[in-house]
């Protein structure tokens, strides 16, 4: 009686009841999980699509290296070189210097020239560089071998191999001396004794072929170690 005749008790602190949808955002006691879930999930999904979208394309890996890819570029090397052998050996056998033998009609002679330069008769008189570029030539592509990746590249660089190493067999072997011999030339296109085209031989045929093929590879797009450089390009545009 004396409380309710003094005046109101004191019974602690007024608190608000809490709303149906929760404690107000501002409420120092909201939970993390009071947080609207759509804003946050719009954060990691807006996060997540630009990862994933601006992520570079991954390129595609190149074939594994395979010791069959090296030992195709030297069998196609060995039968360079063994065919350049034997058709020189025929050839300074059976036709004398300056002979010419028609066949085919004229579109082809067969000759025999010696020749000091380069294939089909170039840089006459500079036999000893071209043995040494000869000689660097067959290094670089016995040193690339066991790199290889690609098929068609070791198609080209075994006929080039193989025509470098024929030639250079004749550089060393042949008159006048040890890296200034002279190559054996046989074949005379249109025309006798190389009058319309430079005289060639096995070997220079396969540097030929090996060059020109090599040089499609490129254009086409495809690299040493396999893959295709200009199809990337073109999914990534």
Not at 23 to 36: F, N, R, T, V
Not at 165 to 194: K, T, W, Y
Request: overall charge neutral; glycine content about 12%; aromatic content about 6%.
């Amino acid at each position: 009686m004396a409380g309710a005749e003094g005046g109101v008790c004191d019974t602690g602190p007024v608190t608000q009841p809490e709303s149906e949808s929760g404690p107000a955002p501002g409420s120092p006691s909201a939970p993390p999980s009071a947080l609207p879930s759509s804003s946050a999930d719009g954060v990691s999904d807006g996060a997540s699509g630009s990862v994933s979208d601006g992520a570079p394309e991954t390129p595609p890996n190149p074939p594994p290296r395979t010791p069959w890819r090296t030992a195709l570029l030297i069998a196609i090397a060995l039968a360079v070189v063994a065919i350049d052998i034997v058709t020189k050996a025929l050839v300074a056998a059976n036709i004398a210097l300056g002979e010419n033998i028609r066949i085919l009609g004229g579109a082809v002679y067969l000759t025999q020239i010696r020749n000091a330069g380069a294939a089909f008769n170039m840089a006459t008189g500079m036999t000893w560089l071209l043995a040494i570029i000869a000689v660097a030539v067959v290094v670089f592509i016995i040193r690339m071998a066991p790199k290889l990746r690609s098929t068609p590249w070791a198609v080209c660089l075994g006929l080039i191999l193989g025509g470098a190493l024929g030639n250079l067999i004749d550089r060393i072997f042949r008159a006048p001396g040890v890296m200034q011999g002279h190559v054996v030339d046989f074949v005379s296109l249109f025309g006798p004794d190389a009058k319309y085209f430079p005289a060639f031989n096995a070997a220079d045929s396969a540097i030929s072929i090996g060059g020109v093929l090599l040089v499609l590879l490129a254009i086409t797009g495809f690299d040493f170690d396999g893959t295709r450089h200009r199809g990337r390009r073109g999914r990534d545009g």
